[in-house]
Every structure is written in structure tokens, then in C-alpha cells.
């Protein structure tokens, strides 16, 4: 996969803006815990940061973003390279899949029964890239899942709408980022969706690129990382932009 690697400057630029974004979003928690009685809501905004810094140090390159609107009320950020044709987005490696691109997975870590109908069209931009060879495996089981802010891109989007985009484009690449235990970001990574078995190549592992500027570092603080480890608690879903879905049958529904 190494002849489908992006520009050093490309990369560099991504990892800074992955990591700034999630400097800003962590400075927007401190704040909001500081300020107001009820935060809770913030903890979902993580993307938007993420999704605006990315934007933001990858512009200087010629990367074009493009604002789209997810289900009713949230909006993300696709990143087109038009001089190689190509586009990416940035996604939390806690609900990707690589064994299952168009599902990911969900917030217990389990692969989603129900695949994702836009997902789909976006990996068949790769439909002419020679991947190697390898055996896809089976997935299955149930699930229960449950659908953030800024987890469910392009539900907004309908099938045509998703094949216009995809036909400006030959290639298509999701950038993951981890976050450890301790609250810091601890990987980045390329990866390129096969459409022919639904599995996602690494194209290049980016985590050597963190902490190698001073920008990078981040001092996580008692009390910041006390404000992260609340937002982990499960929210009362009918208080958000979020639905359960029970995956029980065939007919189940669930993200698009």
C-alpha cells in the first residue's frame, strides 16, 4: 500500500490538526465546566473541533472542506485533495471496523449488524485500486447500538446525492485517531477501504508524527481528566440527537 500514501506535508498537517482540535476541545470542556452549572452536552463536540483544525492546517496545501449537515442538526467536514482526486474524512477509531467498513462499530466495541447505506457508495471510489489478496471474514451477532453527534455522518445524505460525490474522486481514505485511557491521543492512522470485501488497508500508521513538535504536547490536568471521566457515564438518550436501536430482527433500523 505504500504507492497510496499521501504527501509527508499531507500528513504532518493532519496529525497537527487532529491534535490541535483536540487541545481546543479539551480547553472547551475545562471552560464549559468551569462556567455552567449543566456541560454535559459537550461532550459530544469533540468532532467539530477535530473536523475545524484538520481544516484548517490542511488549507495551506490546496485541501478544500466541504460543510455537509448529519440528520437534523450536526454538521462534519469532508476533505478533498482535487489535484489526486482524492477524499477523506476523520473518524474516532472507537467506531471503526476495519474487518467491516460499512457497519464500524459501536459503543461497546462490537461490529454493527446493520451496514451503513453511504459508507458503501464512498468505498466504491476504490473500486479500481488493486489491493493484496487476503480472506474476508464473516461478521455477525447482534448489537445495540448507540448513535452520537458526532459519530453518524452523512444520515442527511441520500444514495445519489452520496454516488455524485463519489464520482468526482479515485481514491478514498478514513484517518482514525485513539484516544488512550489516560485521555491522550495515542495513535493516528491511514487506512483505504477495499469495496470488493469490506475490509480497510493501512496505508501508513501516522502515530510517529505525535509529539514530534512542541505544539503537540498536551498537559492533562487532574481536573480536566475528572471532567473527561464524568462524560463517560451513558446519557438518557431522549435527552440528545441520539437513538437506541434494539438489533433483534431483520427488519431492526438503525443508522444509515
Request: proline content about 2%; glycine content about 4%; hydrophobic content about 35%.
Amino acid at each position: 500500500m505504500k504507492k497510496f500514501r499521501l504527501s509527508e506535508e499531507l500528513n504532518e498537517s493532519i496529525v497537527d490538526g487532529i491534535i490541535e482540535g483536540y487541545k481546543d476541545y479539551l480547553r472547551v470542556r475545562k471552560e464549559a465546566a468551569r462556567n455552567l452549572k449543566v456541560h454535559g452536552a459537550y461532550a459530544w463536540v469533540k468532532g467539530n473541533h477535530i473536523d475545524h483544525h484538520v481544516a484548517v492546517q490542511c488549507e495551506k496545501l490546496g485541501v478544500e472542506s466541504k460543510l455537509s449537515k448529519a440528520g437534523v442538526t450536526w454538521q462534519y467536514l469532508q476533505f478533498s485533495v482535487e489535484d489526486i482526486k482524492t477524499l477523506f474524512l476523520i473518524k474516532n477509531a472507537r467506531y471503526f471496523d476495519p474487518e467491516a467498513v460499512d457497519r464500524g462499530k459501536d459503543t461497546y466495541g462490537r461490529s454493527k449488524s446493520k451496514k451503513s447505506a453511504y459508507m458503501e457508495e464512498f468505498i466504491s471510489i476504490n473500486e479500481d485500486v488493486e489491493f493484496p489478496s487476503k480472506t474476508n471474514k464473516t461478521l455477525g451477532g447482534q448489537s445495540r447500538q448507540l448513535v452520537l453527534f458526532d459519530e453518524t455522518p452523512f444520515d442527511s445524505l441520500t444514495n445519489e446525492e452520496v454516488s455524485e460525490i463519489a464520482k468526482q474522486y479515485d481514491r478514498f481514505y478514513i484517518v482514525t485517531y485513539e484516544i488512550d485511557e489516560e485521555f491522550l491521543i495515542s495513535a493516528i492512522k491511514l487506512w483505504m477501504p477495499n469495496p470488493v470485501n469490506n475490509k480497510a488497508y493501512l496505508v501508513e500508521d501516522l502515530t510517529d508524527l505525535i509529539n514530534t513538535k512542541t505544539s503537540h504536547i498536551i498537559e492533562m490536568e487532574d481536573q480536566t481528566k475528572a471532567i473527561l471521566q464524568n462524560s463517560t457515564e451513558m446519557p438518557d438518550a431522549s435527552l440528545y440527537d441520539i437513538e437506541i436501536v434494539e438489533d433483534d430482527s431483520d427488519e431492526a433500523t438503525g443508522e444509515s
